[in-house]
């Protein structure tokens, strides 16, 4: 047991809440039932501070499910049967509107959650979606990807399923926080290209080290057990592993979102 009163739910709780929160706020139910049913379970800090953390989770997943809402439509699941580069990949696609794809998030969204999205685009775009795909998650994140033609949508999931099958020989080093940090510093918006020159591309890599090593209360990713088994050290095979899978894997993500600023 632990020796003090938690005042604050773990990530990992606080993400589970939240996902639980911010659907019932998107299917517009009342959120009263889901925080006495918390807080019956132990689930939430004793007393004040658990209400403090509902009042504070609700007002932002409150800002994620006013965007959702907004959007949503009536949905159905299409079923998926494409032969991929040897393989055939079946299975349901779900939620699909009339508009395109609608998803959303209780966290921040990453480069993970716009890889996710985009492979379930492409899939949309295979299938002959003609709408476009969003998600939404905290502090007005976002990922949105227009409408491709069929068989360019087929042609960039053979790409996907080949790096799967290789990943399933030899691990591929395409790290959300570490690679996602070097393209985000490489990457210029307003030209919406990689910049090379020495200037960005140091900037870029000490964000790699940093997200790599992690800091004050934050975790580095190489911390993971899984990696250290990769990569003790970082040294520079390594770093040059991840933004070789970032630029490969990542930067098609990053060029096709429609970024609104």
Known sequence: LPDSEPFAPDSLERYQINAQLLNTLVNGEDPVQ?????????????????????????????????????????????????????????????QVQADGLLRWRPGVLNMNDGLLLWLEHLVYCALGGKGESRMYGRKQSHWRFKAIDAEPALTLLNEYVTAYQVGMAEPLMLLNKSGGAWLDASFDRKSRQLLDDEATQKKAFNKLLQAWQGGFQVEGEGSDPYLQRLSRTLDDEAVELIIAAARQWYLPVRLAHQDDE
Not at 46 to 59: D, I, K, M, V
Not at 86 to 91: A, D, F, H, K, P
């Open 34 to 94: 889901l925080y006495a049913r918390h807080r019956a379970a132990g689930n939430l800090p004793y007393g004040a501070f658990g209400e403090l953390f509902w009042q504070s989770q609700t007002e932002e997943m409150q800002e994620v499910a006013a965007e959702v809402s907004g959007q949503r439509q009536s949905a159905e699941s299409w079923e998926i049967n494409l032969p991929l580069n040897g393989v055939q990949l079946t299975g349901w696609l779900p």
